[in-house]
Nanobody, 122 residues
Framework: QVQLVESGGGSVQVGGSLRLSCAAS?????MGWFRQAPGKEREGVAA????????YYADSVKGRFTISQDNTKNTVYLQMNGLKPEDTAMYYC??????????????????WGQGTQVTVSS
């Protein structure tokens, strides 16, 4: 059982920055960030393949968010710059232990963190 612990959420003003962290209890193949805003479905934000370091982003965050990792700590980060009110959501870290379909396919992620709230105010 892989445990994921997120941190780094909070409240910022439009244009501000936050960095989310997700520490995994062991190595996983792909780690991703997802978010869910009130009244909306959960959506993929970004993911990173642990071995190759390949990264994947939703169009809505490209150029503003950066996903990175520290494999020595089994930790993935999401640097969020240029935050907008529409980025307000609960952010979840998730981990895949097998390769499979599209990076944003949530059913392929076996382990999920508890979530951390990000609120962007204007």
């Amino acid at each position: 059982q892989v445990q994921l612990v997120e941190s780094g959420g909070g409240s910022v003003q439009v244009g501000g920055s936050l960095r989310l962290s997700c520490a995994a209890s062991e190595y996983t193949i792909i780690m991703g960030w997802f978010r869910q805003a009130p009244g909306k479905e959960r959506e993929g934000v970004a993911a990173i393949a642990s071995a190759a370091g390949s990264t994947y982003y939703a169009d809505s965050v490209k150029g503003r968010f950066t996903i990175s990792q520290d494999n020595t700590k089994n930790t993935v980060y999401l640097q969020m710059n240029g935050l907008k009110p529409e980025d307000t959501a609960m952010y979840y870290c998730a981990a895949r232990v097998m390769f499979g379909g599209r990076w944003s396919h949530q059913d392929d992620y076996k382990y999920w963190g508890q979530g951390t709230q990000v609120t962007v105010s204007s």
